[in-house]
T-cell receptor, first 116, second 113 residues
Framework: ETGVTQSPTHLIKTRGQQVTLRCSSQ?????VSWYQQALGQGPQFIFQ???????GRGNFPPRFSGLQFPNYSSELNVNALELDDSALYLC???????????????FGEGSRLTVL | AQSVTQLGSHVSVSEGALVLLRCNYS??????LFWYVQYPNQGLQLLLK??????LVKGINGFEAEFKKSETSFHLTKPSAHMSDAAEYFC???????????FGSGTRLQVQP
């Protein structure tokens, strides 16, 4: 059973650029959540995808967008990067029920984005 | 809305001493509560969770936490610290039936030999 894997592990971008981060969920999981963890802070919920549809969103602007694919892997896209977007981006997968109960989250090691 | 306050951004204990990491929550509905641990350059790992069954929850690596509704607290304890317990610990809350976790700002635990 493979765990949650994220790529790339580190990347550097400049203001105004766009970035795509990728996540492969744990085998058997159908839900992916994305969190932003700024330095010295706890993770903040960006959004969640369940069966390829956005299924909850935190307080992030529309330039943060995502996708979930039929194999339940996911992408996080951020447009028009700002300096404050520098953070560790964590992906977590879970097995959720259609009744809305969230299963245990299994986190990847994250993608560290630096915006210059 | 839910929120979490972790008291003490850094806690230092001696090896073998009691570990106590504090977490207070605010929630307008009955909460689910979690403790996660993050080792350097790694993702978050679930230590334990409270989902309305027993108020004393036992987790991995000898950690446990007690849900106290009257105090809106969910403090994490371990009777005897090991060097390997040095890490960042996060308390989190979610509303039942909701998907997003709200995390505290974390407590870094140092274990002195």
């Amino acid at each position: 059973e493979t765990g949650v894997t994220q790529s790339p592990t580190h990347l550097i971008k400049t203001r105004g650029q766009q970035v795509t981060l990728r996540c492969s969920s744990q085998s058997g999981h159908n839900t992916v959540s994305w969190y932003q963890q700024a330095l010295g802070q706890g993770p903040q919920f960006i959004f969640q995808y369940y069966r390829e549809e956005e299924n909850g969103r935190g307080n992030f602007p529309p330039r943060f967008s995502g996708l979930q694919f039929p194999n339940y892997s996911s992408e996080l896209n951020v447009n028009a990067l700002e300096l404050d977007d520098s953070a560790l981006y964590l992906c977590a997968s879970s097995l959720d029920t259609s009744g809305g109960e969230t299963g245990e989250l299994f986190f990847g090691e994250g993608s560290r984005l630096t915006v210059l | 809305a839910q929120s979490v306050t972790q008291l003490g951004s850094h806690v230092s204990v001696s090896e073998g001493a009691l570990v106590l990491l504090r977490c207070n929550y605010s929630s307008s509905v009955p909460p689910y509560l979690f403790w996660y641990v993050q080792y350097p350059n790694q993702g978050l790992q679930l230590l334990l969770k409270y989902t309305s069954a027993a108020t004393l929850v036992k987790g991995i690596n000898g950690f446990e936490a007690e849900f106290k509704k009257s105090e809106t607290s969910f403090h994490l304890t371990k009777p005897s610290a090991h060097m390997s317990d040095a890490a960042e610990y996060f308390c989190a809350v979610s509303a039942r039936g909701r998907r997003a976790l709200t995390f505290g700002s974390g407590t870094r635990l140092q274990v002195q030999p």
